[in-house]
C-alpha cells in the first residue's frame, strides 16, 4: 500500500470518489426522499390540509363520510387506516422521528467508535483494556433490549432519546470493538512508522493516517446502527400504539394489521374475511416501504463508501 | 500452520497447556465483562427508569444492592418479584422455550444461510448473487412483526382456507379429539425431538467433513427429514403434525396463543441472512487462494473443492463472526416470541390451549409493563450471561482450532 503521508490531499480525493459511487448516489437520493416526505407534512398541514386538523390531523383525524380503511382516493391519495386516519398524512408525520433517531443513532455511533477505538489501538496498554471491558460488556446488552425496557410505557421518553441511548450502547459496545481491531491491524502498517519518523504528533498520525482508513468500517457500522435503531423505535411506537401517543411507522404497521374486529365467540365460527377486510394495506405498504427505503440507503451509502475507498473490500 | 510468533515453540503451541492458559484468561476477562454488564444494567434501570427508585430506596424485601445482587448471582439467586416470587424461578420457566426457538431457528438459519452463501458465491453470478443479497437484506431489516403478519396472511391462511376446502376439520379441537394426546403433549415433544434430531445432524456434517467421510454431510439431512417423516406416518399423527405445524386452528386468532413453529420459522427467516453474508464474505476471501488454482489444475471437481477445500477455511472465521451476531438475533427473538405470543393462551378466557410456556419475551414484557424491576434485572442479567456463555463456548472451540488465536497473535 503506498504511504499516505499527506493525509488531507488523500481525503479530499477520497470524498469526490466517495461522492461519485453509484451506490453512494443512489442512497443519497433515497435519503434526500425521504427528507423531503418529513418536509412535506408541515408544509401540506399549512396549505392543503389548513383548517382540517379532525380529517386530516396525523394523531386523531377521521373522515366521517367514509367506512375505514379505504384505499388511495382524490381526498385521500394513499387512503386511510381502520382508525379513519390519512395515511399520507401518518406517514409523512412519522417520518421524522424516524429520521431522527436513526441519523442520531447513526452519528454518535460514528463518533464514539472513532473516537474510542482508535484511542485505544494507539495508547494501548490501561486504555485499551478499559475500552475493550467495557465493549465487552456491553456487548453483552443488546441496544434495543435496553430501549424496549426504558422506553415502553413512557410517552416522556422520545425518539431523540432512544437515537441518543442506542448510538451509546452500539457505540461504544460492538462498534467500539470492530473500530479498535481494525486500528490495531492500521496502526502495524508501515506508514505509521513514517509518520512517527517524520515527527508528526499523536493527534495528527490517529487524525490524518490512522481515520482515513477507518471511516469505511465505521461507516458498516453506522448503517448497523441506523437499522438497528428504526427497529427499535419502531417497535416501541408499535407497542405504544394503542394509546395513540406514539404515532409513527410502527403504531402505523399495528394500525394496519392488529385493530381487530370484534370476535364472534365459538373457535368454528369465525370469518377469516371479516378479519381481512380490516387490514390497512395501504398504511402497511406505506410503513413497510419506508422502513425498507430508510434501510437501503444506508446500506448503500455505506457499502458504497467502502467500495470507493477500498476497491477489492469484501463484504 | 505457520506460527506468526517466533518466541512461542511450536511444542507450547500444539500443547493442551497453551489452550488451558488461553481458557483461563477468558474466564478472567469473561468475570470482568460480567461485573461491568451488571452495573450497567444498574445504571440504566436506576437512571432511566425512575419508578424504581422508591423501591430500592425503601430497602424492602426486593433489595437490588449491586454488592448483594452480586453476591445472589454466584448463587443462582436473583431475588424476588415485587410479586414475591423467586425471579430466578421465572426464568427457568420462560428459558426453555427461548432456548429452543433460538437453537432450532438457529440450527435451521446456519444451515440454510451456510448452504445458499456457499453455492452463490462459488457461482458468482451477478444476478444470482445480487438476488440472494436483496432477499437476506429484506429479511435481515424486516420489522419482525410485519414478517410474522406476511407469514401469517399468506403462508398459514391460504392454507387453513386450502384445509376447509378440502373438507378436512379445520378446528384443533376436531383434529385433536379421538386422537388419544393433546396438543401440548405433541409441541412439546415433537418439538424437542426436532431439536435433537438437528443436533445429531449438525454433528454429524461436521464429523463426515473431518474425517472425509463424502456422503454422510450430503445425506445425513435429508435422511433425518424422511425418518422424521416416516416416523409420524408409523404413528399416524400426521394430521396433528401438520396441524400444529401449519394451521393451529382458528382459535389461535381468537385468543392469540402463537405457535412455536411460527416463530421457528420467523427466526430461521431473519437469521439466515446473516449467516450467507458472512459465508458470502469468507468464500470470497478464499476463492482466489493458490491452492484453489491448484486443486483446480489437479482436476479436482468444482464441488470437492468448494467443500472440503475452501469451506474448511472458510468455517473458522464464520464461526466468529456469527457468535459476534448473537446479541442481534436474540433482540430479533424477543420482538418475534412477543409477536407471536407464545403461551399467552393461559391469560385468556380460560380457554383449553396448548401449554407451552412463554419464553423470555412474555416475562420481560410482562415485567416491563408492571414496572417490575428484579424481574426486568434479571431476564437482562440472564441473556448477558447466556450470551456471555455462548461467546466463551465459541472462543474456546476457535483456540483449539486456531492456535494463532490461544498465542493471541491474531486478534
Same mark, same amino acid.
Given at each position: 500500500?503506498?504511504?499516505?503521508?499527506?493525509?488531507?490531499?488523500?481525503?479530499?480525493?477520497?470524498?469526490?470518489?466517495?461522492?461519485?459511487?453509484?451506490?453512494?448516489?443512489?442512497?443519497?437520493?433515497?435519503?434526500?426522499?425521504?427528507?423531503?416526505?418529513?418536509?412535506?407534512?408541515?408544509? $401540506?398541514?399549512?396549505?392543503?390540509?389548513?383548517?382540517?386538523?379532525?380529517?386530516?390531523?396525523?394523531?386523531?383525524?377521521?373522515?366521517?363520510?367514509?367506512?375505514?380503511?379505504?384505499?388511495?382516493?382524490?381526498?385521500?391519495?394513499?387512503?386511510?387506516?381502520? $382508525?379513519?386516519?390519512?395515511?399520507?398524512?401518518?406517514?409523512?408525520?412519522?417520518?421524522?422521528?424516524?429520521?431522527?433517531?436513526?441519523?442520531?443513532?447513526?452519528?454518535?455511533?460514528?463518533?464514539?467508535?472513532?473516537?474510542?477505538?482508535?484511542?485505544?489501538?494507539?495508547?494501548?496498554?490501561?486504555?485499551?483494556?478499559?475500552?475493550?471491558?467495557?465493549?465487552?460488556?456491553?456487548?453483552?446488552?443488546?441496544?434495543?433490549?435496553?430501549?424496549?425496557?426504558?422506553?415502553?410505557?413512557?410517552?416522556?421518553?422520545?425518539?431523540?432519546?432512544?437515537?441518543?441511548?442506542?448510538?451509546?450502547?452500539?457505540?461504544?459496545?460492538?462498534?467500539? $470493538?470492530?473500530?479498535?481491531?481494525?486500528?490495531?491491524?492500521?496502526?502495524?502498517?508501515?506508514?505509521?512508522?513514517?509518520?512517527?519518523?517524520?515527527?508528526?504528533?499523536?493527534?495528527?498520525?490517529?487524525?490524518?493516517?490512522?481515520?482515513?482508513?477507518?471511516?469505511?468500517?465505521?461507516?458498516?457500522?453506522?448503517?448497523?446502527?441506523?437499522?438497528?435503531?428504526?427497529?427499535?423505535?419502531?417497535?416501541?411506537?408499535?407497542?405504544?400504539?394503542?394509546?395513540?401517543?406514539?404515532?409513527?411507522?410502527?403504531?402505523?404497521?399495528?394500525?394496519?394489521?392488529?385493530?381487530?374486529?370484534?370476535?364472534?365467540?365459538?373457535?368454528?365460527?369465525?370469518?377469516?374475511?371479516?378479519?381481512?377486510?380490516?387490514?390497512?394495506?395501504?398504511?402497511?405498504?406505506?410503513?413497510?416501504?419506508?422502513?425498507?427505503?430508510?434501510?437501503?440507503?444506508?446500506?448503500?451509502?455505506?457499502?458504497?463508501?467502502?467500495?470507493?475507498?477500498?476497491?477489492?473490500?469484501?463484504? | 500452520?505457520?506460527?506468526?510468533?517466533?518466541?512461542?515453540?511450536?511444542?507450547?503451541? *500444539?500443547?493442551?497447556?497453551?489452550?488451558?492458559?488461553?481458557?483461563? =484468561?477468558?474466564?478472567?476477562?469473561?468475570?470482568?465483562?460480567?461485573?461491568?454488564?451488571?452495573?450497567?444494567?444498574?445504571?440504566?434501570?436506576?437512571?432511566?427508569?425512575?419508578?424504581?427508585?422508591?423501591?430500592?430506596?425503601?430497602?424492602?424485601?426486593?433489595?437490588? *444492592?449491586? /454488592?448483594?445482587?452480586?453476591?445472589?448471582?454466584?448463587?443462582?439467586?436473583? @431475588?424476588?418479584?415485587?410479586?414475591?416470587?423467586?425471579?430466578?424461578?421465572?426464568?427457568?420457566?420462560?428459558?426453555?422455550?427461548?432456548?429452543?426457538?433460538?437453537?432450532?431457528?438457529?440450527?435451521?438459519?446456519?444451515?440454510?444461510?451456510?448452504?445458499?452463501?456457499?453455492?452463490?458465491?462459488?457461482?458468482? @453470478?451477478?444476478?444470482?448473487?445480487?438476488?440472494?443479497?436483496?432477499?437476506?437484506?429484506?429479511?435481515?431489516?424486516?420489522?419482525?412483526?410485519?414478517?410474522?403478519?406476511?407469514?401469517?396472511?399468506?403462508?398459514?391462511?391460504?392454507?387453513?382456507?386450502?384445509?376447509?376446502?378440502? *373438507?378436512?376439520?379445520?378446528?384443533?379441537?376436531?383434529?385433536?379429539?379421538?386422537?388419544?394426546?393433546?396438543?401440548?403433549?405433541? /409441541?412439546?415433544?415433537?418439538?424437542?425431538?426436532?431439536? /435433537?434430531?438437528?443436533?445429531?445432524?449438525?454433528? !454429524?456434517?461436521?464429523?463426515?467433513?473431518?474425517?472425509?467421510?463424502?456422503?454422510?454431510?450430503?445425506?445425513?439431512?435429508?435422511?433425518?427429514?424422511?425418518?422424521?417423516?416416516?416416523?409420524?406416518?408409523?404413528?399416524?399423527?400426521?394430521?396433528?403434525?401438520?396441524?400444529?405445524?401449519?394451521?393451529?386452528?382458528?382459535? +389461535?386468532?381468537?385468543?392469540?396463543?402463537?405457535?412455536?413453529?411460527?416463530?421457528?420459522?420467523?427466526?430461521?427467516?431473519?437469521?439466515? @441472512?446473516?449467516?450467507?453474508?458472512?459465508?458470502?464474505?469468507?468464500?470470497?476471501? +478464499?476463492?482466489?487462494?493458490?491452492?484453489?488454482?491448484?486443486?483446480?489444475?489437479?482436476?479436482?471437481?468444482?464441488?470437492?473443492?468448494?467443500? =472440503?477445500?475452501?469451506?474448511?477455511?472458510?468455517?473458522?472465521?464464520?464461526?466468529? =463472526?456469527?457468535? !459476534?451476531?448473537?446479541?442481534?438475533?436474540?433482540?430479533?427473538?424477543?420482538?418475534?416470541?412477543?409477536?407471536?405470543?407464545?403461551?399467552?393462551?393461559?391469560?385468556?378466557?380460560?380457554? +383449553?390451549?396448548?401449554?407451552?410456556?412463554?419464553?423470555?419475551?412474555?416475562?420481560?414484557?410482562?415485567?416491563?409493563?408492571?414496572?417490575?424491576?428484579?424481574?426486568?434485572?434479571?431476564?437482562?442479567?440472564?441473556?448477558?450471561?447466556?450470551?456471555?456463555?455462548?461467546?466463551?463456548?465459541? +472462543?474456546?472451540?476457535?483456540?483449539?482450532?486456531?492456535?494463532?488465536?490461544?498465542?493471541?497473535?491474531?486478534?
Amino acid at each position: 500500500m503506498i504511504a499516505l503521508i499527506s493525509g488531507r490531499t488523500q481525503s479530499r480525493g477520497t470524498g469526490h470518489q466517495v461522492l461519485r459511487h453509484l451506490k453512494v448516489r443512489l442512497g443519497l437520493a433515497i435519503f434526500a426522499l425521504m427528507l423531503i416526505g418529513a418536509a412535506a407534512h408541515p408544509l $401540506l398541514q399549512a396549505t392543503i390540509w389548513n383548517g382540517q386538523e379532525s380529517i386530516y390531523g396525523p394523531e386523531t383525524g377521521h373522515d366521517r363520510d367514509l367506512e375505514h380503511p379505504t384505499g388511495p382516493s382524490l381526498a385521500h391519495p394513499l387512503g386511510t387506516d381502520a $382508525l379513519g386516519r390519512d395515511v399520507l398524512s401518518t406517514l409523512t408525520f412519522s417520518l421524522a422521528p424516524a429520521l431522527q433517531a436513526t441519523v442520531l443513532a447513526a452519528l454518535l455511533v460514528g463518533l464514539l467508535s472513532i473516537t474510542v477505538g482508535s484511542l485505544a489501538a494507539y495508547f494501548r496498554g490501561w486504555v485499551d483494556l478499559a475500552v475493550t471491558s467495557i465493549g465487552d460488556a456491553f456487548t453483552l446488552l443488546p441496544p434495543t433490549i435496553a430501549l424496549l425496557v426504558v422506553g415502553v410505557g413512557k410517552p416522556a421518553f422520545g425518539m431523540i432519546d432512544a437515537g441518543l441511548l442506542f448510538g451509546l450502547l452500539y457505540g461504544l459496545g460492538p462498534a467500539a $470493538l470492530v473500530i479498535r481491531s481494525r486500528a490495531l491491524s492500521v496502526i502495524e502498517k508501515p506508514f505509521i512508522d513514517a509518520a512517527r519518523i517524520a515527527g508528526a504528533g499523536s493527534g495528527r498520525i490517529i487524525g490524518t493516517q490512522m481515520l482515513p482508513h477507518l471511516l469505511p468500517y465505521a461507516g458498516i457500522q453506522m448503517m448497523g446502527a441506523a437499522i438497528g435503531a428504526l427497529t427499535s423505535v419502531a417497535f416501541i411506537q408499535y407497542l405504544g400504539a394503542t394509546d395513540q401517543s406514539r404515532v409513527g411507522l410502527g403504531s402505523m404497521i399495528y394500525t394496519a394489521i392488529d385493530i381487530q374486529p370484534v370476535l364472534p365467540t365459538g373457535y368454528g365460527s369465525f370469518n377469516m374475511g371479516d378479519f381481512h377486510a380490516r387490514i390497512g394495506w395501504t398504511s402497511l405498504l406505506a410503513a413497510g416501504l419506508a422502513m425498507t427505503l430508510i434501510a437501503a440507503a444506508f446500506y448503500l451509502i455505506a457499502v458504497g463508501s467502502r467500495d470507493a475507498v477500498i476497491p477489492n473490500a469484501r463484504r | 500452520m505457520a506460527l506468526s510468533s517466533p518466541q512461542v515453540s511450536e511444542k507450547e503451541a *500444539g500443547s493442551g497447556l497453551g489452550l488451558l492458559a488461553f481458557l483461563l =484468561r477468558r474466564v478472567v476477562a469473561s468475570f470482568v465483562s460480567l461485573v461491568v454488564f451488571v452495573a450497567g444494567v444498574f445504571v440504566l434501570i436506576d437512571l432511566l427508569i425512575p419508578y424504581d427508585n422508591a423501591a430500592i430506596n425503601a430497602g424492602d424485601s426486593v433489595s437490588l *444492592g449491586f /454488592v448483594d445482587y452480586m453476591a445472589g448471582l454466584a448463587r443462582g439467586d436473583l @431475588g424476588l418479584s415485587y410479586g414475591g416470587a423467586p425471579v430466578a424461578g421465572l426464568i427457568a420457566e420462560a428459558l426453555p422455550t427461548t432456548l429452543f426457538i433460538f437453537a432450532t431457528g438457529g440450527i435451521l438459519a446456519y444451515l440454510l444461510g451456510s448452504w445458499l452463501g456457499r453455492i452463490v458465491e462459488w457461482r458468482s @453470478g451477478r444476478i444470482q448473487g445480487g438476488m440472494a443479497t436483496a432477499v437476506g437484506l429484506v429479511f435481515y431489516a424486516m420489522f419482525p412483526p410485519l414478517l410474522i403478519f406476511l407469514l401469517v396472511h399468506f403462508g398459514r391462511d391460504p392454507l387453513l382456507s386450502a384445509r376447509s376446502a378440502l *373438507g378436512l376439520p379445520s378446528d384443533s379441537l376436531v383434529v385433536f379429539r379421538d386422537a388419544g394426546f393433546d396438543e401440548a403433549s405433541l /409441541v412439546s415433544f415433537g418439538g424437542w425431538a426436532l431439536l /435433537v434430531t438437528l443436533l445429531v445432524v449438525l454433528i !454429524a456434517r461436521a464429523l463426515g467433513r473431518r474425517m472425509g467421510w463424502r456422503l454422510l454431510p450430503a445425506l445425513v439431512l435429508p435422511a433425518a427429514l424422511v425418518g422424521m417423516a416416516l416416523a409420524v406416518a408409523y404413528l399416524g399423527i400426521g394430521r396433528q403434525v401438520l396441524d400444529v405445524f401449519f394451521f393451529r386452528s382458528s382459535r +389461535e386468532v381468537e385468543i392469540g396463543a402463537g405457535s412455536p413453529v411460527l416463530a421457528v420459522v420467523a427466526f430461521l427467516l431473519v437469521a439466515f @441472512g446473516e449467516v450467507m453474508f458472512v459465508w458470502r464474505a469468507g468464500i470470497a476471501d +478464499e476463492r482466489s487462494e493458490d491452492y484453489v488454482l491448484t486443486a483446480r489444475a489437479k482436476a479436482v471437481p468444482e464441488y470437492l473443492i468448494r467443500d =472440503r477445500h475452501v469451506a474448511r477455511n472458510v468455517a473458522l472465521p464464520v464461526l466468529a =463472526r456469527s457468535f !459476534a451476531a448473537l446479541p442481534f438475533l436474540l433482540t430479533g427473538l424477543i420482538i418475534i416470541e412477543y409477536q407471536v405470543q407464545i403461551g399467552s393462551c393461559a391469560l385468556s378466557q380460560g380457554a +383449553e390451549c396448548v401449554h407451552w410456556s412463554g419464553g423470555l419475551s412474555t416475562t420481560l414484557f410482562s415485567a416491563v409493563r408492571n414496572a417490575d424491576t428484579p424481574v426486568i434485572v434479571g431476564v437482562l442479567v440472564t441473556m448477558g450471561v447466556l450470551l456471555l456463555v455462548l461467546r466463551l463456548v465459541a +472462543e474456546t472451540a476457535q483456540a483449539a482450532l486456531d492456535p494463532r488465536i490461544r498465542l493471541g497473535t491474531r486478534d
